[in-house]
């Protein structure tokens, strides 16, 4: 029984990937409202946007896109943030491979990261190579390079990365543990909310906080640290990073870590859970959705012939896309 139902569910799968493949030639807007009611399990509101999910959605089809893939590329993002005079905070590069098998495995240090640069989630932290099977982390990575990770969720600004493998430095806390992953969600080039996960080898907490390190219930209790998170050494230094690095994008998520007090920059989001996400309650969506104005934003259409059902929104004023659209 356990055969057939893998066999059902990778069939479901891909006749899933297919249908959703060619509503998207015809009409990207359907099929981000058909990905939005399976992942999300609401309809989604692109006349009259008002939560977070539902902005993100709208700016990923019509806000401008110039710029996101660079940022979102794990390797694009280090030569971005040495020009925005952030390179201090970027992580040692041990290497960049074009394939799994290109890994000079006996070169590497005893300790390391791999990532994938063409997606989220597709990392592999190795405390001891010695240890670590080799070959299994090569098909791993051979398996995440040939898959489009942007036609999972339609994050469209993943397509224009080259799917590349990433080696850097292993990072830890002091007492060797896995480090705090701090994430400033900035809005029209500001920090406004800082999202602390902690106890990432375990149970994960999510704790989200404004700028002056007051908790925000933005999401559901039980999923919070039950005692007070402590304020990172390296918050106001985080906090300068994410602005320089956030200036001229609508929205964007800038993830950091905290190193001997040092920040050491992650990544850079601008469709965080795939704008699905059910992290958030009701007041976190409305919370975090009024912290985006979409007056500000140009209307730009992913395909000229599709335009906006029912009520159009025509927006004016500046696009996203850092420095008016200078980004690449």
Same mark, same amino acid.
């Given at each position: ?17 297919? +249908? ?10 359907? +099929? ?14 692109? %006349? %009259?946007?008002? %939560? ?11 806000? %401008?896109?110039?710029?996101?893939? $660079? ?9 971005? +943030? ?20 290109a ?5 590497l240090?005893? $300790? ?28 791993r ?10 036609r ?57 906080h ?24 390296a ?26 007090g ?34 500000q ?5 992913r ?26």
């Open positions: 029984m356990k055969g057939l139902q893998r066999a059902f569910d990778r069939t479901e799968k891909l006749v899933w990937r297919c +249908a959703l493949a060619g509503v998207d030639r015809l009409s990207p807007r359907l +099929a981000t409202q058909w990905v939005h009611r399976r992942e999300y399990g609401q309809r989604l509101e692109l %006349d %009259d946007p008002r %939560d977070f999910n539902d902005k993100l959605q709208w700016l990923k089809l019509y806000g %401008d896109s110039r710029g996101l893939s $660079r940022c979102a590329d794990k390797y694009g993002v280090r030569q971005f +943030a040495a020009e925005r005079g952030c390179g201090d905070a970027l992580s040692r590069l041990i290497g960049l491979y074009e394939s799994a098998d890994i000079a495995w006996e070169e240090p005893a $300790r390391f990261a791999l990532k994938c640069t063409h997606g989220c989630g597709y990392n592999v932290i190795i405390d001891d190579k010695h240890k670590a099977d080799e070959r299994a982390v090569k098909r990575l051979h398996r995440w390079l040939k898959e489009r990770y942007a999972r969720y339609l994050e469209y600004h993943y397509d224009d990365i080259s799917p590349r493998v990433l080696a850097e430095e292993y990072i830890e806390t002091a007492t060797g543990g896995v480090p705090v992953d701090y994430k400033v969600y900035c809005f029209h080039g500001r920090p406004r909310v800082v999202l602390v996960c902690s106890d990432r080898g375990g149970d994960m907490r999510f704790d989200f404004d700028l002056t390190w007051r908790r925000l219930e933005l999401n559901d209790r039980q999923h919070q640290s039950a005692e007070d998170v402590d304020r990172p050494q918050l106001d230094e985080m906090l300068d990073l994410a602005e320089r690095l956030s200036r001229g994008f609508v929205f964007v998520r800038v993830d950091f870590y905290e190193r001997e040092q920040a050491v920059l992650g990544e850079m989001t601008f469709t965080p859970g795939a704008n699905v996400s059910r992290r958030y309650n009701a007041y976190g969506q409305r919370y975090l959705g009024e912290l985006i104005d979409l007056t934003v140009g209307r730009r259409c395909h000229d012939c599709e335009r906006t059902a029912g009520r159009s929104l025509s927006f004016g004023g500046p696009v996203q896309g850092a420095d008016n659209g200078s980004h690449e």
